[in-house]
């Protein structure tokens, strides 16, 4: 989650949230390029920021995953400044992340099932009741994930997103069968 607070000369501060006190993809970034970012560790259903403390708020598959889908929509409407903006991507039910998800689940007993988040804030119908006190412009949107490969792509999808990364002590073979699972999901005709 990211928020951009108010400009001086034409300059952004960005704030990034993850709710893992593990190093950031934000702080790796910033790094990288030299951007002013700063990201911290915080959960979207209770932000550590006062109220209209932006002049937009930023999630990119990020929220959507909060346990309570509506308390998330209040902190970010909360920490947003009156006319500014909120944007999310949100994952689409029936797409091939949804799909992937779906054999995660599969394959890991006990592992949340994110297809709830998908189908909770997934479509435009829903994030527009997750704000019934705004106005929302909500619009699908088709992209294309490029990789190498599928192998290559379920590699770095496994490795980067913690809800399906698998434990790295596991040697029960965990990570061969969620690769197993997620390749053909991966080589459907709708992702060429």
């Known amino acids: 989650m990211s928020g ?4 001086a000369e034409h300059h952004l501060l960005e704030l990034g949230l993850d709710p893992r006190p593990t190093p950031t993809v934000a ?15 915080g959960d979207a259903q209770c932000l550590p920021f006062p109220d209209r403390s932006f002049d937009a708020v930023l999630s990119t ?19 947003c ?6 944007a999310l991507a949100n994952w689409s039910p029936g797409g091939v992340i949804d799909e992937v998800f779906a054999v995660l689940h599969r ?13 909770a804030g997934g479509t ?3 994030v527009c009741a997750l704000f019934p ?17 599928c192998r290559a792509w379920s590699e ?14 596991d040697t029960s073979g965990t990570a061969t069968v969620l690769r197993a699972g997620a390749s053909p999901r991966l080589r459907q005709p709708h992702l060429a």
């Open 4 to 7: 951009l607070g108010p400009k």
């Open 156 to 169: 770095t999808f496994l490795r980067s997103f913690a809800p399906a990364a698998p434990d790295p002590a």
């Open 124 to 126: 435009a119908g829903k």
């Open 27 to 41: 702080r790796r970034r910033s790094a990288a390029e030299h951007l002013p970012v700063e990201a911290g560790v």
């Open 81 to 86: 400044r009156p006319g500014g903006r909120i």
């Open 107 to 119: 394959h890991r007993p006990g592992s949340p099932d994110l297809t709830r988040s998908v189908a």
């Open 61 to 79: 598959y990020g929220a959507m995953f909060a346990r309570d889908a509506g308390a998330t929509a209040r902190e970010l409407v909360r920490v």
């Open 133 to 149: 006190a705004v106005r929302v412009g909500a619009a699908a949107r088709h992209f294309d994930l490029r990789c190498t490969s």
